[in-house]
């Protein structure tokens, strides 16, 4: 459909100011950027183009700050097909299969607008994935709020956790995962990172590259309008006299838009008629036709009149910078237009042809019978300022001194208690039970049951040729697709991590942590920890302080993604995370995804048999240095993070894998927050079932400390575990055994598991309650 | 035995459900897309979960009106089985093919969790293999899923044993705390007086793989795949 003779064919009157430094300095650009962009196109820019000058050299588009520093993150490995720079990240899992995933921030609009925030953070990365020709087939999220007796908190959770549920359950993929933390530095700037998992066949994956000049330019999905205009930086006094000006920032997200524009792009894509395809994200048709042009080496012209709009006199600095949301542009191959726009229509959605290709390499954009932008698209994204910010001096920590933080005799249950129902450890029932967790029903374990949440993957992307036959694929090509049902289902194992206060303590270790926490993760599961993708969210870059936490996170983050095989292979840049001057924890949150060859050898984390053996791998604990124990208990943020000893991660972690693939384990789970108390103590509430330990040790840092590169695991076999040579070089110690009602220690104290579970499973819903 | 799978704008459970009738009886069903009327003369007419035209209106208002629909209703008033799950039942009490309204979850939420159901009416094609009293353990997935019907009304849908099931507990009482969205009677999922229709909310479809929680959705599935053979 295409509603441009509805649309006045005389421009309108828009108002536009003249372009001055000042006007460009109120869109973002300072003074050297906007001479700069002076120099370039060599004339004084219109309105429309200082639109698309600014928000392509934007911190968001152009990752002036940030790119010096991700250029030295490891990217590459043999499994690596797609590495940072499209639209997601690509790793081959076998098969001709191949696993495609990204995570996102969207924290202001979280902010501003919880529920509208959030899904829509969650539509856009479901977007990123689907168009390189990926079925969604999982979603995770990472969410940071603040201290729960903050005003604001309750709302926000209650907003945020809605909207990913909004969005998420209608567009039928699954939110099986993720991690909720609580702390007083978010509570002016709370952090919401989805992250998406999608699945493509290697010959159906999708690039924005690749376009060559006379081509046809093609818009697809909903009408643009005048949402989400040049973010929350714009001011411009035209605008906020009329109403249109007044709409509030945030775009409203519709996932049954985006629900059709996923089935029409994946029917589209089973045909080979796209060249190349990029989602219109933030800065919308700007940055989507920018990028294809840039990538392409080509020029693009665009016929504004002809792209689908909801309202009428939109200027075209309007639509270039709108961020309705569920669109996508698309270079098709000549003559395959109408095939095209039967599929759209047959989902009821939009589709126009806007412009072609051109071999000039300049955008150029018509609109109302003139021409309102003509510039070179290369020094959009070439000639992008980057900027090498000055990272100060950053004093780390001192160490603590243990014996200050020593337990009173007995008091295991009692610290417990306290441990258990705290806002980091309690559960997220009350948001998962938010989210359809099964839709699709290729679900093996989601939040609560395993470190890493564990998702078969289906035959085909297209899940109406793995398990039905009709309409909605009528052209389908069967053969390979069918299941092979002779070998083994493959599953994915996927988490998100991150620990903001190691990272604010120690950044470098904090980076270096969060890593080896999300490769134990999915080791635990039993899976191989393949590639991750990252979402660093910092504070105000042009504070040094800041620029040193980034620059150590990510040098401690590369260190161990380098040592671990485990690549960067996609991710999000979110600066400026802070109010009133008052920065955010560093947090760069690792999203990892790994492969198990066989999804029933996958290893839950509760205890599931009576009378197992349950076993310590790696050393006793030592370290109390910002443990939660520490926050918790002793109300304490200080000292260093637990050292990081790349090696043990390695090899402990192909030996836990080694143990699952054998089968001589039924349970795995890593010792992190909380340190072997509350990972026993997880254990034991999962699986609700106790233990007795046999443990003598009455140290705070033994039951508390969070050293790293350790798991418990439970075996009805340590005969044969004892016997493999592993078992004389990874240090492992015998806890007790599974069964009973209590979990039991070898002083006589006892906890019942109902107890324990009853104090993680209150908090949240009691403080959602208000009480 | 013939199953067809109609698949509106925004319904998303069609690949759980075509899974479960290929696990029950080893043929793959086919999927009919909401634009066509013909619905491949199938003795079995599945409406599966989604949200159907967004469900921006009331839950299945939308679909219940689709050209499709007219079809689905000729099909159940000759007698053909109908099985219609979370939005597929909404779609059912929409058509007035059942009766009673869903509102939303007492809780204001969307609920997704195991809830045991235990099954009131053994003596149907959807259920016989289940056995009278049953408890099986299957997901909800839904935001509008709480059934209501009035006293009579209930009165009336206990009269025809047309209540297939209700929530219950681990042991099969039938208690508040297992009624998480609020239903009158704890109702779970109810027939229509011919028996020839299944309307409920939880997804039986959620619990028939090897790798799902359990298997006590499949022996559904089995029935109604046994008795159309």
Redesign the interface.
């Known amino acids: 459909m295409n509603n441009a003779a509805a649309i006045k064919q005389t421009a309108p009157d828009f108002n536009e100011p003249a372009i001055t430094p000042e006007v460009g300095a109120q869109f973002g650009l300072n003074a050297d950027e906007f001479a700069l962009m002076l120099n370039i196109i060599g004339r004084t820019p219109s309105f429309t183009e200082l639109g698309i000058f600014s928000v392509m050299w934007s911190e968001h588009c152009s990752y002036k700050s940030s790119r010096l520093h991700l250029k030295k993150l490891p990217t590459e490995a043999p499994w690596v097909i797609q590495g940072p720079g499209e639209n997601a990240g690509v790793i081959d899992i076998g098969d001709n299969q191949a696993a495609i995933f990204k995570m996102e921030s969207h924290n202001h609009p979280s902010y501003i607008e919880p529920f509208q925030g959030a899904a829509t953070g969650v539509g856009g990365i479901m977007r990123d994935v689907f168009t390189m020709g990926a079925r969604p087939i999982a979603n995770i999220n990472a969410l940071r709020f603040g201290d729960p007796s903050h005003p604001k908190t309750r709302h926000l959770v209650n907003g945020v956790v ?1 909207g990913v ?2 969005y998420g ?4 993929v699954p939110t099986v995962g993720g991690e909720t933390q609580f702390h007083s530095a978010y509570n002016g700037n709370i952090l919401v990172n989805a992250m998406t998992v999608g699945i493509a066949d290697h010959d159906k994956i999708y690039y924005a590259r690749g376009a060559s000049p006379d081509q046809p330019v093609v818009y697809v999905g909903s009408k643009t309008g005048r949402d989400g205009i040049h973010g929350a930086t714009m001011a411009s006094a035209e605008f906020e006299d009329g109403v249109e000006g007044n709409r509030p920032t945030v775009q409203v997200g ?4 985006e ?2 524009l996923l089935e029409a792009c994946l029917e589209l894509m089973q045909e080979d008629m796209i060249i190349s395809i990029q989602d219109m994200g933030a800065a919308g048709l700007t940055s989507s036709s920018v990028e294809i042009a840039d990538k392409g080496g080509i020029g693009v012209e665009l016929d504004l009149d002809a792209v689908p709009q909801r309202e009428p006199n939109m200027s075209p600095y309007e639509i270039m910078l709108s961020e309705s949301q569920e669109r996508m542009l698309m270079i098709l191959k000549p003559g395959k237009e109408d095939e095209a726009r039967a599929i759209f229509e ?3 959605l939009d589709f126009a042809v806007i412009g072609r290709t051109t071999d000039d390499k300049h955008l150029r954009l018509n609109m109302y019978g003139k021409t309102w932008c003509d510039i070179p698209v290369p020094p959009l994204v070439d000639d992008a300022p980057i900027y090498d910010r000055k990272a100060g001096y950053y004093k780390l920590q001192d160490e603590i001194d243990n014996a200050a933080y020593a337990l009173p005799k007995d008091s295991l249950c009692e610290t417990l208690r306290q441990m258990i129902c705290c806002p980091d450890i309690a559960s997220k029932r009350w948001i ?13 374990y989601s939040s609560g049951q395993s470190d890493a949440a564990i998702v ?1 993957i ?1 035959c085909h992307p297209d ?2 040729l ?7 694929a009528t052209k389908q090509k069967d053969s390979s697709a069918s299941p092979q049902n002779d070998k083994p289902q493959k599953a994915l194992a996927i988490s998100s991590d991150c620990n903001p206060r190691y990272c604010k303590a120690d950044p470098v270790r904090g980076g270096m942590q969060a890593v080896a926490e999300s490769y134990r993760n999915i080791c635990a599961t039993g899976a191989k920890p393949l590639a991750v993708t990252n979402n660093l969210n910092f504070g105000n870059p042009e504070r040094e302080q800041i620029m040193a936490q980034f620059v150590g996170c990510l040098e401690g983050m590369g260190e161990a993604c380098r040592k671990l095989s485990y690549p960067i292979i996609s991710g999000n840049v979110s600066l400026y995370n802070e109010t009133s001057g008052e920065a955010i924890l560093p947090t760069p949150v690792i999203g990892g995804v790994g492969l198990i060859e066989d ?2 050898k996958a290893l839950p984390l509760g205890f599931q048999n009576d009378g197992e053996t349950i076993i310590l791998v790696g050393e006793d604990g030592n370290h109390l240095g910002q443990s939660l124990y520490l926050k918790e208990v002793h109300g304490k943020e200080i000292g260093t993070p637990p050292k990081v000893d790349l090696e043990s991660e390695l090899n402990r972690g192909s030996y836990i894998r080694m143990l699952a693939e054998k089968g001589l384990i039924t349970a795995c789970h890593d010792i992190s927050d909380g340190g072997l108390l509350v990972t026993l103590a997880e254990m034991a509430m999962a699986g609700h079932k106790g233990a007795a330990l046999i443990i003598k040790n009455a140290d705070a840092a033994y039951w508390l400390g969070e050293d790293q590169a350790r798991y418990v695991v439970t075996t009805s076999d340590i005969g044969n575990i004892m016997a493999l040579p592993e078992a004389q070089k990874i240090k492992m110690t015998i806890l007790g055994k599974t069964g009973g009602k209590d979990l039991k220690f070898e002083n006589g104290e006892s906890i019942s598991v109902d107890e324990l579970i009853d104090l993680n499973e209150r908090w949240l819903p009691d403080y959602m309650a208000g009480k | 035995m013939k199953t067809s799978i109609i698949v509106f704008p925004g319904t998303n459970r069609e690949h759980d459900m075509a899974m479960a009738v290929e696990t029950a009886c080893g043929k793959k069903p086919q999927l009919v897309w909401h634009k066509d009327t013909d619905l491949g003369s199938p003795d079995l007419i599945i409406l599966p979960g989604g949200f159907s035209y967004g469900d921006y209106l009331r839950c299945g208002a939308m679909a219940a009106h689709s050209p499709v629909m007219k079809e689905v209703i000729v099909a159940a008033n000759k007698g053909t089985r109908i099985l219609g799950v979370c939005n597929g039942f909404q779609m059912l009490i929409e058509t007035q093919l059942l009766p009673g309204a869903l509102l939303r979850n007492k809780t204001l939420k969307f609920i997704c969790k195991d809830m045991h159901l235990r099954t009131e009416n053994a003596d149907t094609e959807f259920t016989r293999k289940l056995g009278k009293n049953s408890i099986i353990n299957v997901p909800v997935a839904h935001g509008d899923g709480n059934y209501f019907a009035n006293d009579d009304m209930v009165k009336d849908l206990e009269a025809h044993d047309q209540i297939a099931f209700r929530y219950c507990d681990a042991q099969g009482q039938i208690t508040e705390a297992a009624n998480a969205n609020g239903s009158s009677a704890n109702i779970a999922g109810i027939l229509n007086k011919n028996k020839n229709i299944l309307g409920m909310m939880p997804h039986p479809e959620n619990a028939t793989q090897n790798w799902q929680k359990n298997k006590t959705g499949l022996p559904l599935f089995e029935s109604i795949m046994e008795a159309l053979a």
């Open positions: 809605a549920s909004h359950n209608c567009m039928g519709d996932p049954f838009t629900k059709l047959k989902w009821d998962w039970e938010q989210y359809d967790r099964l839709v699709i029903g290729n679900t093996k078969l289906p899940l109406a793995d398990a039905g036959e009709g309409s909605r999804w029933e």
